[in-house]
């Protein structure tokens, strides 16, 4: 997400409660339904002013967190100082992506809404060759940290037919394509989320 956009972003989130009792685990869960069925169940997610929710635990800001794959290759990129997200400063990324907000909702959160802010996001932080085919790949929560106890990833997995992809936002640095089983030996390199999808992305199957 651009530095721009986050003043005051209104962002859509979910009361940490309705997840739990959807079994929200600890980490990263390879079963979406569960908790995608829970964020778009009826008057269950509400939008909040960005400031207010980066300092509410009782809510989960909602993040698209797309991870670029081709031909068994993982993008990979660095978080410059620059970077939106500061408590992230100086690691690693495998996620481009953001938070899911109240112009993607338009009035209703669904399915519909969460493709919406997906594609905005990689439309603002890379140039793809390609046009990339999109399946869910899981949820990432992680509580041990500041900035994890107020987010939820959703992560999804973008194949691309070339490893064809360019950054975008200037804050985003060094972005190349290695095989996954590479990126795990480096895995404390990497943020957080990044460190809890790499066991999933070792060898997962080329979709068909």
């Known amino acids: 997400m651009s530095p721009e956009r ?3 972003e209104r962002l859509i989130v979910v009361p940490v409660h309705h997840l739990r009792a959807a ?3 600890q980490g990263f869960d390879p079963m979406p339904e569960p908790i995608l069925t829970a964020i778009f169940a009826p008057r269950v997610a509400r939008v909040m002013p960005r400031s207010v929710a980066e300092a509410d635990p ?3 800001q909602i993040v698209c967190y797309v991870i670029l794959r081709s031909r068994g290759l993982i993008f990979h990129y660095l978080r410059s100082a620059g970077a939106g997200e500061r408590r992230l400063a100086g690691r690693r990324s495998l996620g481009v992506g953001g938070h899911l907000n109240a112009d993607d909702a338009n009035g ?3 399915q519909q809404g ?3 802010a997906i594609q905005r996001e990689l439309n603002e932080e890379v140039a793809l060759g390609d046009v990339p085919s999109i399946r869910y790949l899981g949820i990432i929560n992680d509580d041990s940290t500041e900035v994890g106890r107020v987010h939820l990833g959703l992560v999804a997995l973008a194949d691309l037919p070339r490893p064809d992809a360019r950054l975008r ?3 985003l640095l060094d972005g190349r394509f290695d095989p996954p ?3 795990a030996v480096q895995a404390a390199a990497f943020e957080t989320w990044s460190q809890l999808c790499l066991p999933a992305l070792v060898n997962l199957p080329e979709t068909s």
Do not use: G, I, P, S
């Open 181 to 183: 089983e590479e990126l």
């Open 58 to 60: 009782r809510f989960k």
């Open 169 to 171: 936002d200037a804050t």
């Open 6 to 8: 986050q003043v005051d």
């Open 108 to 110: 209703a959160l669904d």
């Open 114 to 116: 969460l493709q919406r």
């Open 23 to 25: 079994n929200l685990a």
